[in-house]
Nanobody, 116 residues
Framework: QVQLVESGGGLVQPGGSLRLSCATS???????GMWWYRQSSGKEREFVA?????????NYADSVKGRFAISRDNAKNMVFLQMNSLKPEDTAVYFC?????????WGQGTQVTVSS
């Protein structure tokens, strides 16, 4: 079955960096676009970044553009989110997502806390 497992979250000071990873299995990763979303306490889940199956196109939420970078390794079935210049408002649980045959699949999420 489809599995997504996020890792790499933690506590970081404002201005710091983190790299999130999402390990996947159960589907043809190299043929599928991947998303990162995040959800802050009391707020709805929001789009963060998207990457096409080949990595040739990426898209970002305005709030993270220029600070975050999504990438993928099709040989390892993994997608990454490099987060730089982190701000307190980036604090959230981060989820990777894949859409297969109109179904959404999510990992368990990884907590990112940006605080001094």
């Amino acid at each position: 079955q489809v599995q997504l497992v996020e890792s790499g979250g933690g506590l970081v000071q404002p201005g710091g960096s983190l790299r999130l990873s999402c390990a996947t299995s159960g589907f043809t990763f190299s043929s599928t676009g991947m998303w990162w979303y995040r959800q802050s306490s009391g707020k709805e889940r929001e789009f963060v970044a998207y990457i096409t199956s080949t990595g040739g196109f990426t898209n970002y939420a305005d709030s993270v553009k220029g600070r975050f970078a999504i990438s993928r390794d099709n040989a390892k079935n993994m997608v990454f989110l490099q987060m730089n210049s982190l701000k307190p408002e980036d604090t959230a649980v981060y989820f990777c997502n894949v859409r297969l045959r109109a179904n959404d699949y999510w990992g368990q999420g990884t907590q990112v806390t940006v605080s001094s």
